[in-house]
């Protein structure tokens, strides 16, 4: 077993990248008993020089990205986005060097690119931090259940939106003072777009389907809606029903058509596993054939947790580089199976419908889904009983029919004399 150090290029110091650091600067004995090797922190790349770094030795830190990975064998990126860090990585896989990642949006966007010149260079890549922070998903899904066939992925895989429909759901407040509150408290951005928007979840669900499925799926290939327009009233109304609303990240195997790849607000029922996470936690809930229902669930985010992924996959790599043999072994298969459109799924609809209080309003609403072929699991009505308003709420659950079908049926609902308002539209998933 060699003794020779291994050398390590760091690539961003931020709160991820100063604790990795520290641990490898401050952790030697002990990265050197699980590996075999010590671990040398050679170069921290940044884009900024000026700013102070403390605990990472000044001699180190660079703002000459390309030199940083110069005679590495093993490279850390947590500097986020797409350009510089993709060429860098290529450029590092290209020159034998193994790769720890924890940028999602890169790999949601390149990861065909990046796991063929890892390939092809006989090194490895890892991304358990892309996705669920500390959460153990990535292993799992591609190696424990690398013999098993994996059908169905549905996860809650961004905490600032759990966070967010949580408070709505315990306290009763609207999104807006949920929102404000999780800027409050850190977990929300100034600009939250990326995460009350979906794109986070979409970036993650992309990983995960990509893994799961054996296939390269894209970003692109991820149908994304937000949790925006969710209101108090909408939760109020799917609790008593005996749902709870989480934004879902679902990356599912279809039969004779392909892969599906989605983020939206979902209905899932109160017993489901996933309803019970709370918080700005996050949770992932696997179905396989031969393994069943497996569920993983943690902190999603932050620099402990998520630095301690990255270390994780730092000292997998490691001892693989010590141990020798092969390479990349997460294979992707190229585009073996197509992406299946949002509207050719199968799925549910949960519909909220502000109505006219008189006689066959109900008839004729129900002709509508008999005229689309979509059955009707339950109806309620109910007054809103209020002199200035006599209108009356609709509530409306289907049983399963293709997304198209119900899409139309919502459309023509919109057009009735009878129908004042379509109040909300929620799929229902986890059934």
């Known amino acids: 077993m060699s003794a020779q150090p291994l050398k390590v290029a760091l690539l961003g110091a931020g709160t991820v990248g100063s604790e990795v650091a520290d641990a490898i600067l401050n952790r030697a004995d002990s990265f050197t008993e699980r590996i075999g090797s010590p671990l040398e922190l050679m170069s921290v790349g940044v884009r900024d020089t000026s700013k102070s770094r403390p605990g990472i030795p000044a001699e180190l830190i660079t703002d000459d ?7 590495a064998d093993i490279v850390v990126e947590l500097m986020g986005g797409i350009e510089p860090a993709r060429e860098l990585l290529i450029k590092a896989l290209d020159s034998g060097a193994s790769v720890v990642t924890a940028n999602k949006a890169l790999l949601a966007k390149h990861s065909g690119e990046l796991f063929a010149a890892a390939d092809k260079a006989k090194v490895r ?13 990535i292993r799992p899904v591609g190696d424990s259940l690398a013999g098993d066939r994996i059908t169905r992925v549905l996860g809650i895989v961004n905490g600032t939106t759990n966070f967010i429909l949580d408070a709505m759901e315990a306290k009763g407040w609207e999104y807006e003072h949920a929102l404000k509150t999780a800027q409050e408290l850190g977990y929300a951005e100034a600009d939250p777009t990326a995460d009350v928007g979906g794109h986070d979840a979409a970036a993650k669900a992309a990983i995960l389907a990509s893994l799961a499925f054996h296939s390269s799926v894209s970003i692109d290939d991820v149908h994304v809606e937000g949790i925006e327009n969710i209101t108090a009233d909408m939760i109020s109304t799917a609790a008593s ?15 004779g058509a392909g892969i599906s790849a989605r983020v939206y607000p979902a209905l899932i029922p109160a017993d489901h596993a996933l309803a019970s996470v709370g918080g700005a936690f996050n949770a992932v809930f696997v179905e396989a054939e031969s393994a069943g229902e497996l569920m993983f669930y943690g902190q999603g985010a932050g620099g402990a947790p998520t630095s301690s992924a990255v270390l994780g996959d730092l000292v997998s790599v490691a001892r693989r580089k010590v141990l020798g043999g092969a390479g990349q072994y997460r294979k992707l298969e190229g585009d073996s199976q197509p992406i299946v459109p949002i509207d050719d799924i199968t799925t549910r609809y949960h519909i909220t419908l502000a109505v006219q209080d008189r006689p066959g309003v109900l008839h004729t609403v129900t002709e509508v889904f008999l005229d689309q072929e979509v059955s009707i699991k339950l109806v309620e009505q109910t007054s809103l009983d209020n002199a200035a308003d006599p209108r009356a709420k609709l509530v409306v659950a289907t049983h399963s029919a293709s997304e198209s079908a119900l899409a139309t049926t919502v459309e023509r609902l919109r057009a009735l004399d009878v129908v004042d308002d379509v109040v909300s539209i929620l799929r229902i998933e986890g059934q």
Do not use: N
């Open 65 to 71: 990205l390309d030199k940083t990975i110069e005679g």
């Open 125 to 137: 890549l890892e991304y358990e931090a892309a996705v669920a922070g500390a959460i153990p998903i």
């Open 241 to 255: 029903q005996g749902f709870t609303i989480k934004l879902l990240a679902i990356c599912e195997s279809i039969p």
